[in-house]
């Protein structure tokens, strides 16, 4: 597929379902907004729903019907961010807050307000007006936030280690996967920023993968 291909894809997909896509931002930034800002049970359950509710039907609708050409790597690793989420909301073991180190605290700012506005300003701004390119609630920009998030409560390793560390192992994949693959074969540059937010994930879970051990 060639890169105009790709843009229709997204062309299609975003004037189909504008109302649910525009709807469900609004309530995913606002969740965002109350988990950093007032962080408890329930803002974290909310959140969690939201992002799985978002990588399920990313894995259910847009992979299978729209990305067909990724339809098989995409739909997996979409349901398996999904469900994970799914089963951490009832679970509560990912506690999400701003942290309060500082480098920490600014990184995930800088990285929640790129995932759920400037990712797609950015795209327009490169020549993908809309609809031709992601909006905020697209798999990419969705893993982007998922990754700040998620690595604002490192300490999960220590009483949940291995379905955390397999949530964040499928979403720094993709960020790598896509965030390699948009680029270079589609010329969608914006997403070399998922790439590098892997990178960050990849870092935070090697940085506390051994202080996090469980002692025996």
Not at 117 to 142: D, E, F, K, N, R
Not at 166 to 180: A, E, T
Request: charged share 10%; with cysteine; net charge positive.
């Amino acid at each position: 597929m060639e890169s105009e291909g790709f843009y229709q894809i997204f062309a299609s997909y975003n004037t189909t379902y504008l109302p649910v896509l525009g709807i469900f931002w609004f309530l995913l930034l606002i969740s965002t907004v109350l988990v950093l800002v007032r962080p408890n049970r329930r803002t974290n359950t909310l959140i969690k729903v939201l992002l799985a509710v978002g990588f399920l039907w990313s894995g259910i609708v847009f992979f299978p019907f729209y990305m067909t050409m990724i339809a098989v790597p995409g739909a997996i690793t979409s349901l398996g961010v999904g469900i994970l989420f799914a089963i951490d909301a009832l679970r509560n073991r990912i506690a999400i807050h701003l942290p309060k180190q500082s480098w920490l605290r600014y990184v995930t700012i800088i990285l929640v307000v790129w995932a759920l506005g400037l990712y797609t300003l950015t795209g327009y701004s490169l020549g993908h007006p809309y609809p031709q390119g992601p909006l905020p609630v697209a798999p990419c920009p969705m893993t982007i936030l998922s990754i700040a998030l998620i690595s604002t409560s490192m300490d999960t390793l220590q009483k949940d280690r291995w379905p955390f560390t397999l949530l964040f192992v499928l979403l720094i994949c993709w960020g790598f996967f896509s965030g390699l693959g948009a680029p270079f074969l589609y010329e969608f540059y914006t997403d070399l920023t998922l790439f590098l937010t892997g990178l960050y994930g990849l870092y935070m879970l090697a940085r506390h993968w051994k202080v996090a051990v469980p002692a025996r």
